[in-house]
């Protein structure tokens, strides 16, 4: 599989340029910037929030920065979301590598803006093998609902 149904239907329907570049199997986000050879600042990291009555929201920062909750609107609602949970939501992806496409999974989003910054980005294609490399204004084509602001510290 080199990307999960959903990202690619996306892509399509989206019409993107993108390619896609494969790298050696990676457990994180940061690991994946490291074994692929890219800059952290430019990988796109997911993590999922929910407010325990069944929304959810992904926020999207650089693999190299941390998720700060207390910046996200609303913050005494979200909690990360547990991973047996995320399953359920990214069906067409192996466990933990979610791609930064919540729109694409009905989902909100929120983006720091260290990452929309970038030229170009990389995401998870929703394996732990493959990344989708686009330029931003191609991303931001695919999230046009996502709402930019800081989510992330160092």
């Known amino acids: 599989?080199?990307?999960?149904?959903?990202?690619?239907?996306?892509?399509?329907?989206?019409?993107?340029?993108?390619?896609?570049?494969?790298?050696?199997?990676?457990?994180?986000?940061l690991e994946t910037a490291r074994v692929a050879g890219i800059p952290?600042?430019?990988?796109?990291?997911?993590v999922i929030l929910d407010d325990h009555h069944g929304h959810y929201l992904m926020a999207v920062l650089p693999a190299s920065r941390?998720?700060?909750?207390?910046?996200?609107?609303?913050?005494?609602?979200?909690?990360?979301?547990?991973?047996s949970t995320l399953a359920h939501l990214f069906?067409?992806?192996e466990r933990g590598a979610v791609p930064a496409l919540g729109e694409s999974y009905g989902m909100d989003m929120v983006i720091d803006p260290m990452l929309t910054r970038q030229k170009d980005i990389y995401l998870e294609a929703g394996n732990h093998n493959n990344l989708v490399h686009l330029s931003?204004?191609?991303?931001?084509?695919?999230?046009?609902?996502?709402?930019?602001?800081?989510?992330?510290?160092?």
């Open 91 to 93: 069906n067409d992806c």
């Open 1 to 29: 599989m080199r990307m999960a149904r959903t990202v690619h239907l996306s892509l399509e329907q989206a019409k993107c340029e993108y390619d896609v570049v494969t790298h050696p199997h990676s457990a994180s986000s």
């Open 66 to 83: 941390h998720l700060d909750l207390s910046k996200v609107r609303g913050s005494s609602e979200w909690q990360i979301t547990r991973e």
């Open 136 to 154: 931003m204004d191609q991303y931001l084509k695919m999230v046009p609902h996502a709402e930019v602001c800081e989510v992330s510290h160092s």
């Open 40 to 46: 952290a600042e430019r990988v796109a990291k997911s």
